[in-house]
Antibody
Framework: QVQLVESGGGVVQPGRSLRLSCVAS????????MHWVRQAPGKGLQWVAV????????YYADSLKGRFTISRDNSKNTLYLQMNSLRPEDTAMYYC????????????????WGQGTLVTVSS | DIVLTQSPDSLAVSLGERATINCKSS????????????IAWYQQKPGQPPKLLIY???TRESGVPDRFSGSGSGTEFTLSISSLQAEDVAIYYC????????FGQGTKVELK
């Protein structure tokens, strides 16, 4: 079965950087796009970014473009999220999720999710 | 960005009764070339990640009980739970994938 395990979260000071990782198993990682979605404590879901199965296409939420970068290493079945210039409002649980559609150039929707990694931005 | 507005923000329903959640989009989610509405619905229970229920506005994900159904087209969509069960208590989100991606603000379903 699909397993997604996020890591890299923690407490970080405003203005610093953090890189999240998500190790995937139980499916052919190289055939599926991947998403990052975040959820601030007690708040709703916010889509962050998607990357196509081969890494050639990346799309971001407008509000996060320029600070966050999604990437993947298909040889390691691993998805990444590089977060720069972090702000207190970036405090959230960050979920990685597998895309529903196989080999979709622009991705589709998340259909399987990890348990998340918590990022807290605070001085 | 496309804005999705859900209504109501919360609702209380008795066991066995029908729950209806609405989602209104700031622009049409119907893609004319394939006649598909690019909207999905998710369920999230406390302490858990979301679970996909419905995609293409009305297609149930594998394993989702048939008491869950989606309908609508263009800018107005509905998620219905025909006979609420205790395990359906959760927050429900609509999600558009027509242009980038956005989620609605969520609707909390509780037992009356």
């Amino acid at each position: 079965q699909v397993q997604l395990v996020e890591s890299g979260g923690g407490v970080v000071q405003p203005g610093r950087s953090l890189r999240l990782s998500c190790v995937a198993s139980g499916f052919t990682f190289t055939s599926y796009g991947m998403h990052w979605v975040r959820q601030a404590p007690g708040k709703g879901l916010q889509w962050v970014a998607v990357i196509s199965y081969d890494g050639s296409n990346k799309y971001y939420a407008d509000s996060l473009k320029g600070r966050f970068t999604i990437s993947r290493d298909n040889s390691k079945n691993t998805l990444y999220l590089q977060m720069n210039s972090l702000r207190p409002e970036d405090t959230a649980m960050y979920y990685c999720a597998k895309d529903r559609a196989s080999r979709a150039a622009a991705g589709s929707i998340p259909d399987s999710w990890g348990q998340g990694t918590l990022v807290t931005v605070s001085s | 960005d496309i804005v999705l507005t859900q209504s109501p923000d919360s609702l209380a329903v008795s066991l066995g009764e029908r729950a209806t959640i609405n989602c209104k989009s700031s622009q049409s989610l119907l893609y004319s070339s394939n006649n598909q509405n690019y909207i999905a619905w998710y369920q999230q229970k406390p302490g858990q990640p979301p679970k996909l229920l419905i995609y293409w506005a009305s297609t149930r994900e594998s394993g989702v009980p048939d008491r869950f159904s989606g309908s609508g087209s263009g800018t107005e969509f509905t998620l219905s739970i025909s006979s609420l069960q205790a395990e359906d208590v959760a927050i429900y989100y609509c999600h558009q994938y027509y242009s980038a991606r956005t989620f609605g603000q969520g609707t909390k379903v509780e037992l009356k």
